[in-house]
Structure formats: C-alpha cells, structure tokens
C-alpha cells in the first residue's frame, strides 16, 4: 500500500521543540548529506528504482531505554534539489525481518525536519515477504538494523525524463513531546506573529499551520508576503477573508501546496477538508495551488492570479469539489502556462472561470471528471509585439481533454485558437458553446480538434464571427445532435445542425449580427 499519514515539523518555520529525547541514527564520521541524483530516463527502464541506507544496531543502542510506543518517531532532516522531486520512500527495517515506512513522504526544496511518527508508519505488506504483525504493533527501536530511502518510476509521476534528486543530512530516532499533534483547536493566523528577524509572513503561516491539524486556520484580511511554499500536510484546512492576499515574493514552485496523501495524526477519516475565500497570487514567481493526493477536498470562492505555471494544479486522488474559482493573469511575460490543471478522477468543476492563461482548463489524467458552466476566454493581456496576437492567446487552448469520461456541461470556450482540444476517450460536450471576440483579433480557428476517443457534441452552440473558422478537425469518431450555428452559411461544414440556418459570416453583415 502506497502513502502514508504523517506530520510535517518544520524547524526553519520557527516551531519550537522544547527538551526532546532524540537519537542520531546516521553513523558518526558519515559524510553527509547523503546526496541521491538520478539521470533523465533512469527509471523508464529495468531496474526501475535504486535505494540507499545505512545500518543501525537496535539491539546494542536501545535495548535499555523505555518503551517508544506511539511517542516515538523518525525525525528526518531532507531536502529535494530537482524541482519535480517532491516524494521519497523511506523504511524501518528490524532484525525480525518487519519493515515499516512511508512509500511517498512528501519533501520540499527547503531544508525541513519531517517527523514521520510510529503510530502513523505504513507496515511494508505490500512486499510480499514480511513476516504478518497484529493490530496495535508498531515499529521497535530495540529491533531496528537498518534504515533506507529509495526512489524510482512510481515517485516520478510523468516526469521520467527529468532528472530526480534529494539530500539527507540527518536522522534521528525522537520520543515525541505533547502537543506534537497540535491543541486540538482551530486558530487564526492573529495568533502567530512575526518573529524576530522574519521579514515576510512564510514562516508564521508555517507555524500556524503545523499547530491546526484536521482543524480551520482562519486568516484575516490583510496582504501576507510568501517566500517559499507553506505545506499544508495535516489536514488543516483554511479559511481565507475575500481580502486576504497571498503573494510570492520570491521565485518558487507554489505559494501554497496541500497534501492530502497525509494525515493528522487527529482523525482517521477525515474528509471536507477545504480552502475557502482568499486571493493567492503568483505574481509570475510561482504558482499559486497544488492539491495532491486528496479525498473529497474543496475549493470554494477562491482567485488564483498570476500563476507561473498554472493557478490551480491537482495531482492525484478523487474528489475534488472546486466551485467559484477564479484564475486569471495580468502580468505579461507568462504565456504557456494553464488555469486550471487536473491529474485526478471522479471531480466535480463547477462556475470555474479562467482568463488568460494560455491553456484554460488541461485535464491531464484520471477519469469520470465533471465540468459544469466553466467559461475560458482571452485576450486582454497585449501583444507582446505591434502587430502580434495578444500574449495568450498565441497557441491558446480553452479545454485540453486528455482523461478519460470527461463530461463537459454548459461549458464556454471563448476566444481561443483551439477552443475543445479531445485527446481522451468517451468524452461528451453537452450544451458547449464556443464564440470569438474579433476584437482581440484572432482568426483562423478550430472549434473542436478531435485526436482520438469517442465524442459525443450535442445540444451546443458556435458562433462564427471571423471568415477562418473550422468547426471540426479530427479522427472521425464522433457524433452530433442537436447543433444551433449562428453567423454559419449554407456551404459551411455544420455538423448535427437544427433546421433554421443563418447566413454565411463571410457576408460582412451576417458578421455584425453575430457580433
């Protein structure tokens, strides 16, 4: 079984440990970091994952020491030094052949102490070869021989011709203190204040949300200034004022990243964690969101300005429930990025709005997506150049369908060169419209470019208000019912039409009327 719950201490974010039982695990005299480098490719192929380790005497070192039970833990000092490294595997292995671990704990670029608990390690059944354990065992210090990290193709997530790579300074064998759960309280960022010598808001969120595990994190109106990513890996959830702004100071993946892979060491099944309300802006330094990992996680009345990469980027699990989200982009200088990018199943995207990002929604991976009354448009960014398409609209794409069953319902491409790009299968358009605003002008247009898959088009409308429209471009496997053309002419390709047609929008003033 893959993932594991844990809980994210973070040093550098100023929480305080207080007088803490811990054991060094690395052995004295060990050159560390422990640097891991992969090459590009290295896991595409057999062996598909390479480890590394070191050994420990439990038997020599803890044989005398008080029973660790659910208080102990491995407090692990890491970092990623590839941005597309954001997962590692680790293992406790014991003298009795048992093995315990995390097969994906989640690290960042920054040096930051992750607190993997006992009480929250996976038992490694998945193995195949391990002895069986009873409800209630847990990892033994007294038995441990050996503690290893590895990495390969299952981590890489797409990105196998990247390089991978991550360093371990430090390991040690913890007693946790009390509290390490947090309160057992909601709280408002009010509470966290800067400390001395912290000149921007990162390290204060860090601590307020290390201390709201599976509870609410109100944060007040206010701008608040993020230089590196607040991971969100307890299950806290948060609640933003409309006027609370988020903005990266400084180059990074993401302002905000939430892993729902983990747990909070509070309540086993907890779902409707969520983000609510706020502005979290990119500023062209970062991306905004990423949401990994979830089940039933949601988004609701929150905008996402400014993305590097994407403003909202969901990797993995099911069930996203995102309603009201607003991305858009005003800086320059950000063309190829996405609004709204989706690597899991079985969502719903409801009343979402991109605008100008050059791919509004890419629906990457996954299956049985929902897309409800979403609307992507573009153009107001300039042209880089007189003369040019304004910035995104070059190679723009309102929907980019990978997945598979992806229903689109009352969705709106507008003002895009491609506006449905289908590379998935059994995807349905249902009442999809797609319209040009000749104003930003763009001309020769593909409504709907069709690689592969079933398509199903029906009860939709296309407005053509520029002479270089193509209607379809594609593969041939799909049918249509139930089409209103508007600006169309007797020799237009109009696929699945109603009877009642308009005249061509080659005739100058057809094209007014459907302006």
């Known amino acids: 079984m893959k993932g594991c719950v844990y809980i994210v201490l973070m040093l550098c974010a100023g929480l305080a440990w207080g007088a ?42 803890f044989a005398n020491l008080p ?55 996976k038992y490694f059944s998945h193995w195949g070869h391990l002895p069986p354990v009873q409800d209630g065992d847990l990892p033994d210090p007294r038995l441990l021989r050996a503690i290893r990290f590895c990495y390969g193709a299952w981590l890489c997530r797409g990105t196998l011709d990247k390089p991978h790579g991550f360093e371990v300074a430090s390991v040690k064998l913890v007693r946790l203190p009390p509290g390490a759960f947090g309160d057992g309280k909601d709280h408002s960022l009010d509470e966290f204040p800067r400390l001395a010598g912290e000149v921007d808001d990162t390290a204060r969120f860090q601590r307020a949300v290390n201390a709201t595990p599976a509870g609410v994190l109100t944060v007040p109106r206010g701008e608040y200034r993020i230089s590196s990513p607040i991971r969100a890996l307890n299950r806290c959830s948060f609640d933003l004022n409309k006027n609370a702004i988020l903005r990266a100071v400084k180059p990074m993946a993401c302002v905000l990243l939430i892993d729902g892979r983990r747990g909070s060491g509070v309540r086993p099944h907890d779902y409707n964690v969520f983000l609510r309300g706020g502005v979290i802006d990119g500023d062209g330094l970062a991306s905004c969101v990423n949401v990994k990992g979830f089940a039933h ?38 063309a190829g990025n996405a609004g709204i990018v989706v690597n899991g199943g079985d969502s719903h995207y409801t009343d979402c709005i991109v605008v100008d990002y050059t791919i509004g929604f890419n629906l990457l991976k996954g299956g049985s997506n929902r897309l409800t009354r979403c609307h992507v448009w573009g153009g107001p960014i300039p042209p ?49 419209s797609y319209f040009n605003n000749k104003h930003f002008k763009l001309d020769h247009v593909t409504i709907i470019k069709h690689v592969r898959g079933r398509l199903l088009v029906a009860d939709g409308g296309f407005i053509k208000t520029t ?47 459907a302006e």
Request: net charge negative; charged share 25%; aromatic share 12%.
């Open 297 to 334: 996680y949601t988004l609701r009345d929150c905008t996402f300005l400014n993305g590097r990469e994407y403003g909202l980027r969901v990797d993995g699990g099911y069930e996203m429930i995102a309603e009201n989200v607003y991305c858009k982009c005003v800086k320059p200088g950000l």
């Open 384 to 432: 880089p150049k007189p003369g040019e398409l304004p910035e995104m609209l070059k190679g723009s794409v309102n929907f980019k369908i990978d997945c598979s069953s992806a229903i689109l319902r009352d969705c709106y491409a507008d003002t895009g060169e491609i506006g449905y790009l289908v590379n998935g299968w059994d995807t349905r358009l249902l009442g999809c």
């Open 67 to 121: 029973a660790f039970g659910r208080d102990g833990a491995l407090k692990i000092r890491i970092r990623a030094t590839d941005p597309q490294t954001d997962t590692v595997e680790v293992t406790f292995q014991q003298s009795d052949r048992k093995v315990w671990g995390c097969s994906e704990l989640s690290i960042g670029p920054e040096w930051s102490d992750v607190v993997l608990p006992f009480a929250e390690m």
């Open 20 to 61: 803490e039982e811990e054991y060094e695990l690395v052995p004295p005299g060990a050159k560390t970091p422990y640097v891991f480098a992969s090459k590009p490719k290295e896991f595409a192929g057999k062996p598909d994952a390479r480890s590394f380790g070191f050994d420990v005497d439990g038997a020599a070192r």
């Open 467 to 513: 002479p270089n429209y193509t209607v379809y471009d594609g593969c041939g496997e799909v049918e249509w019912r139930n089409m209103m053309y508007s600006g169309f002419g007797p020799d237009d390709d109009c696929p699945g039409a109603l009877s009642f047609r308009g005249p061509s929008a080659k005739d100058p003033s057809a094209l007014k009327l």
